[in-house]
């Protein structure tokens, strides 16, 4: 008896359960009525008295071994039950999907790009602005519409301090730290308080342009401008300038490319005009190179600025503008892009 209670403690010490149901069988293997143990008991009566004590002891720490198995066992089973219960392979690469750029920042890149690959550099300033950053140094006189709480979200009054809302503050910057010549872009986030729509966000992106020398013209611009609008929307786009005004800039106009999805033949996306107004732009105001100590007689200078999100809608066809702010990945992840 002695043997058979060893053996069976050793076989309980080694038992291991993949499941509940194979520990359901190993507890009515040893503790059912007809299992192992009982029937140890059954086989107790027959033991001689000098070996009651010793065989009572092992068939008791027997019974304690199988019931401490069970419960250990059924803590682990449980426990393991409620991860996945999928076998996880630590070899195999991790299951990751690469991000894609957002479109605003593949378009941004591409514009830098372009201005780079015939000399320009990047600049870059704050967005929380004072006012003769933002305003006063560009010439817009004190009461001009544009300083009014409509269309801007100021932060402090008297003196001002105001989100900016163009990046035209940071050509002053330029102009202020360094001494021309100049020929640089500035792409920045803007702010301007209006109702959000299709068409319009308070916050949106802008890239702007400065070009600072002597002796630089109207021909200039036009060409710097007829160079990027071929190499943004396609070899077989034309231009055309329309005069406008910006306290900034005289003159002042406004280019519009051959739509480029109709290739100018008419279609929603120009109104059938065959035209989209694409920048704003100019030969940038005495008053402002003054404003920034730069000598008017001796240098002239053109100045260009582009909503991102408009280039992008038009780019790409989108018709609404809220989609770039929503993070939603069915939209973002159609962009795939060198840039
Ligand atoms: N700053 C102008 C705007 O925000 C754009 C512009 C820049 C126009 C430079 C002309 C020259 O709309």
Redesign the pocket.
């Known amino acids: 008896m002695k043997n058979k209670i060893e053996e069976y403690l050793k076989k309980v010490q080694e038992f291991h359960a993949d499941n509940l149901e194979q520990l359901e069988n190993f507890r009515i293997e040893y503790l059912s009525k007809k299992g192992k143990i009982p029937s140890l008991f059954a086989d107790f009566r027959n033991v001689a008295p000098e070996e009651r004590k010793e065989m009572g002891q092992l068939i008791n720490s027997l019974k304690n071994a199988v019931q401490n198995k069970i419960v250990a066992l059924k803590e682990a089973l449980e426990q393991s039950s409620q991860s996945d219960g999928t076998d996880h392979d630590l070899t195999l690469p991790p299951n990751v999907t690469l991000g894609t750029r957002h479109p605003l920042s593949i378009v941004r890149n591409e514009i830098i790009e372009i201005f780079s690959r015939i000399g320009f550099s990047v600049s870059e300033g704050p967005e929380i602005e004072d006012d003769f950053h933002n305003f006063s140094a560009l010439n817009f006189p004190p009461d001009h519409p544009a300083r009014d709480m409509q269309d801007t979200f100021f932060i402090e009054k008297d003196p001002d301090i105001a989100l900016r809302?163009?990046?035209?503050s940071v050509?002053i910057r330029v102009m202020e730290n360094s001494k021309p010549p100049f020929r640089t872009v500035l792409p920045g986030r803007?702010f301007r308080n209006e109702a959000i729509s299709a068409r319009a966000h308070c916050i949106f992106h802008?890239v702007?342009g400065l070009v600072v020398d002597t002796d630089v013209s109207f021909a200039d611009l036009k060409q710097t401008l007829f160079y990027f609008a071929k190499e943004l929307f396609g070899e077989n786009t034309k231009t055309r300038f329309r005069p406008s005004y910006?306290p900034?800039?005289e003159p002042?106009a406004e280019m519009d490319v051959s739509c480029n999805i109709c290739g100018g033949k008419g279609c929603n996306i120009c109104k059938y005009t065959g035209w989209v107004e694409i920048?704003?732009?100019?030969m940038v105001d005495p008053f402002v190179l003054e404003s920034c100590n730069i000598d008017s007689k001796k240098y002239t200078g053109f100045?260009?600025?582009m909503g991102i999100e408009r280039i992008t809608m038009l780019k790409y066809q989108i018709n609404d503008l809220r989609l770039f702010f929503e993070n939603d990945l069915r939209f973002l992840e159609q962009f795939k892009s060198a840039y």
């Open positions: 809302t163009h990046t035209s050509q803007v802008q702007e910006f900034f800039t002042s920048l704003g732009c100019g100045a260009f600025g």
